[in-house]
T-cell receptor, first 116, second 113 residues
């Protein structure tokens, strides 16, 4: 199998607070993990790519100081939305690529963030 | 600029019929194309990958075609079932070590019993 989990599955927070989302590969080692954001009826927008033990690579237009990504181990990556604002409300999805794997990504179930 | 087009209107079909979804692209030379299924409030689930040198690929009731001349992929579900109702996303990748695909918006499929 290739199971990816995310925690929490949903979170509601006040504007100005920080929120941490965890992404774990449960039964494989993920050398690379990806973070996406998806708005209703829109496509997945890649935010950043993280490789274990190195700094994340952010897509153009994504603020790295606002969306902090840490990939401390081969099975865990975290996304922290700092000083969240209502416009950060979205569906955040992570995915992972197996070590030595080909092009297939395995997605987590997603985290729904609502900032009030 | 690169563009991936999937029909934004939902496809409604009757149970038992074949569902056909379309993915068109422009300004792109993909090395491979993937199809994913996404249920509401869930992450996408990988279904099939087809490479640029392949015309067709099958997996159980699923069939994917890839026409690089027309710049189009068709995704077929035969003998469709209500449980097949979901949004189907296509994603294109360049390959050559660049394994980050670009996703289309997806097409919603609704299979009526």
């Amino acid at each position: 199998g290739a199971v990816v989990s995310q925690h929490p599955s949903w979170v509601i927070c006040k504007s100005g607070t920080s929120v941490k989302i965890e992404c774990r590969s449960l039964d494989f080692q993920a050398t690379t993990m990806f973070w996406y954001r998806q708005f209703p009826k829109q496509s997945l927008m890649l935010m950043a790519t993280s490789n274990e033990g190195s700094k994340a690579t952010y897509e153009q237009g994504v603020e790295k100081d606002k969306f902090l990504i840490n990939h401390a181990s081969l099975t865990l990556s975290t996304l922290t939305v700092t000083s969240a604002h209502p416009e950060d409300s979205s569906f955040y999805i992570c995915s992972a690529k197996k070590r030595g794997g080909v092009e297939t990504q395995y997605f987590g179930p997603g985290t729904r963030l609502l900032v009030l | 600029s690169q563009k991936i087009e999937q029909n934004s209107e939902a496809l409604n079909i009757q149970e038992g019929k074949t569902a056909t979804l379309t993915c068109n692209y422009t300004n792109y030379s993909p090395a491979y194309l993937q199809w994913y299924r996404q249920d509401p409030g869930r992450g996408p689930v990988f279904l099939l990958l087809i490479r640029e040198n392949e015309k067709e690929k099958r997996k159980e009731r699923l069939k994917v075609t890839f026409d690089t001349t027309l710049k189009q992929s068709l995704f077929h579900i035969t003998a469709s079932q209500p449980a097949d109702s979901a949004t189907y996303l296509c994603a294109l990748g360049r390959g050559g070590g660049s394994y980050i695909p670009t996703f289309g918006r997806g097409t919603s499929l609704i299979v009526h019993p």
